[in-house]
Nanobody, 124 residues
């Protein structure tokens, strides 16, 4: 499984970006998908996930209302729409996948496959 993330860049505070992650798999609809991020000197942090079993969206507290995760199974792609960006959102964003239902969507160890990351920089 290969995950290719894209869409990062430099944006001013208050701006928006949409990240994409394309998965090279045959049965993408059977994969649980998520976004994590890692800022310099910090641990990897959960951002958002789509739960396979019920299609529910899960978000970290600080992202609720600003970020939206979605998927297009026909394109083998998940998206992360990020609005009202803040300098604290600056990080490398990673997509993650697992070919099963995950018990705890926010736990990095639940996912078997990771993309290479895309840099998001928010200037003040």
């Amino acid at each position: 499984v290969q995950l290719q993330a894209s869409g990062g860049g430099l944006v001013q505070a208050g701006g928006s970006l949409r990240l994409s992650c394309v998965a090279s798999v045959r049965t993408f609809s059977r994969y649980s998908m998520a976004w994590f991020r890692q800022a310099p000197g910090k641990e990897r942090e959960f951002v958002a996930a789509l739960r396979l079993s019920d299609g529910n969206q899960y978000y970290a507290g600080s992202m609720k209302g600003r970020f939206t995760i979605s998927r297009d199974n026909d394109k083998n792609t998940i998206y992360l729409q990020m609005d009202s960006l803040e300098p604290e959102d600056t990080a490398v964003y990673y997509c993650a996948a697992r070919s099963a239902v995950v018990a705890v969507p926010s736990r990095p160890s639940e996912y078997d496959h990771w993309g290479q990351g895309t840099q998001v920089t928010v200037s003040s």
